[in-house]
């Protein structure tokens, strides 16, 4: 699993650009089993202004903000 995997499942630039996927969403994707791997990238690249942390629906959620 690489960072880029993440951007991918957030975000089609092509059909859905602004997409927002919630944190339940990531992991059912990614699997459980990669939580502490998954929060560390998420860290990483909310710190590198890549993506963001919103709401939606009440719980955490994220949406690409840079290409």
């Not at 919630?22 to 993506?51: D, F, P, R």
């Amino acid at each position: 699993m690489r960072k880029i995997d993440i951007l991918n499942f957030i975000t089609d630039f092509r059909k859905a650009p602004n997409d927002i996927k919630t944190y339940t969403q990531l992991l059912s994707h990614l699997g459980t089993t990669h939580e502490q791997a998954i929060n560390q990238m998420l860290a990483e690249l909310q710190a590198a202004k890549v993506i963001r942390q919103t709401e939606l629906e009440g719980q955490r959620a994220y949406q690409v903000i840079a290409r």
